[in-house]
């Protein structure tokens, strides 16, 4: 990008989402709780062709919101690009937000969520993984904002049986390998009375379906 980042915190992310344009010909719309990773591919590859509109990351929470929201942004910006891409799995909207985009002739990454392409949609689909909770870089450092108070487990820790007894393992997936946050996932499993597991992905599917979006001109 032609003007120097500003800094970026999670909770603003998570609440306002992130818009970075510079007249780029490619648009991302993604969830905020991928901007860093998508940045980080943006900067390293310099793709200045591409910018970046993040909708909130607690959206997370509320998986309603993404397909209208998705929606309001894909009209506003579409007559600007000639190529919009959404960085969303499915995310819970069940199906919504596939339909939509095949409804407006965008594409989307492929995968039902980002656990599933950050692992690569195959291997994740082929571990068959019922009872085991996720986290990544970015639900690392927001646990608390995200999970632990949300839910009341931070004024109400007998609800833990109720929402995570069916789960065996916490299997964080990181995208860097930052010693910091393997000790924050590896509290967090041990709040959550699991196994812990630590899986270094990097990016997985987000960065092989970012070079191939950079690369279609």
Known sequence: MSQPLKPITDAQLSSEGLELRDNGRVLLIACGALAREILALINANGWTHIDLQCLPAIYHNEPSKITPSVKATI???????????????????GGQLQRLCNDMGVSMIAGPHCYSFYEGNTDFQARQELTC???TDFLVR????????????????????????????????????????????????????????????????????????????
């Open 75 to 93: 009209e506003k910006y579409q007559p600007e690009y000639a190529e919009i891409f959404i960085v969303y799995a499915d995310c819970g909207t």
């Open 133 to 135: 909770f996720y986290l």
């Open 142 to 217: 927001q646990f608390d904002a995200f999970f632990w108070r949300p839910m009341g487990l931070d004024r109400h820790p007998q609800l833990l049986e109720m929402y995570f007894g069916n789960y065996t393992t916490l299997v964080y997936q990181a995208q860097t390998q930052d010693p910091l946050l393997e000790a924050k996932a590896q509290d967090c499993a041990r709040r959550m009375r699991l196994a812990y597991e630590y899986r270094f992905t990097g990016y997985g599917d987000l960065a092989a379906t970012l070079f191939a979006v950079a690369d279609n001109r």
